[in-house]
């Protein structure tokens, strides 16, 4: 089972933030928290992943909580393209022992 | 251009056929992955292979088996398919060796509908 919580749907205005949270209260100490999504019938891209600091990167911004519980994904500017499934993960993080566990994520849709 | 390559794009077969999904890679990583997405549902791990001459049971193995000849390479095989096997299925692959970054480069994935 996908150890992670998150909305089945949410959205954003164009040119908007859109921040997406993930509940994951049950993360260990070395497990990361990932972020992928996935755009219409195309298979998931991965867009940031972190441990317990922030994390930035050309697509967007991870906000990890000082306890780990939970995160928010923050794209900052949110386009027509980002249109898409959310997933949040937890995993250690290295190789197939530790696979990636998809829970069916939040679906953002960004209107014009 | 560096990525996974899977085919067929999309296949229909009929129920009791053997099917064969490709999946190649030219990035050179040491772990792949077999993933099936269904209607309304996110993706479930069904094989994995660390590394060349080894395989893994994912979440949902039942009628399918993998093999895993060389680095690139990592077909997934359908024995005799049935209908619940009609699916999206997804080819990914990752640099795991050293470090704990897992991101995983993904396929544009093969539809497959069993009838």
């Known amino acids: 089972d996908a150890k992670t919580t998150q909305p089945p749907s949410m959205d954003c205005a164009e040119g908007r933030a859109a921040n997406l949270p993930c509940n994951h209260s049950?993360?260990?100490?070395?497990?990361?928290v990932y972020w992928y999504r996935q755009i219409h019938s195309q298979g998931p891209q991965y867009i940031i992943h972190?441990?317990?600091n922030n994390e930035t990167n050309e697509m967007a911004s991870l906000i990890i909580t000082e306890d780990r519980k939970s995160s928010t994904l923050i794209l900052p500017h949110a386009t027509l393209r980002d249109t898409a499934v959310y997933y949040c993960?937890?995993?250690?993080?290295?190789?197939?022992?530790?696979?990636?566990?998809f829970g069916k994520g939040t679906r953002l849709s960004v209107i014009a | 251009i560096a990525g996974i390559t899977q085919a067929p794009t999309s296949q229909i077969l009929a129920a009791g056929r053997r099917m064969t999904l490709r999946c190649t890679q030219d990035?050179?990583?040491?772990?792949m992955y077999w993933y099936r997405q269904d209607l309304g549902l996110g993706l479930r791990l069904i094989h994995y292979?660390?590394?060349?001459?080894?395989?893994g049971k994912g979440e949902v193995p039942d009628g399918y088996s993998v093999s895993r000849a060389n680095t690139d390479d990592f077909p997934l095989t359908l024995a005799s398919a049935v209908p619940s096997q009609t699916s999206v299925y997804f080819c990914?692959?990752?640099?795991?060796?050293?470090?704990?970054?897992?991101?995983?480069?993904f396929g544009p994935g093969t539809r497959l509908t069993v009838l």
């Open positions: 049950t993360i260990s100490g070395n497990e990361y």
């Open positions: 972190g441990l317990k």
């Open positions: 990914a692959s990752s640099d795991s060796a050293g470090g704990t970054y897992n991101e995983q480069f």
């Open positions: 990035m050179r990583h040491n772990a």
């Open positions: 292979s660390n590394t060349a001459g080894t395989t």
């Open positions: 993960i937890v995993s250690r993080g290295n190789s197939g022992n530790t696979p990636l566990v």
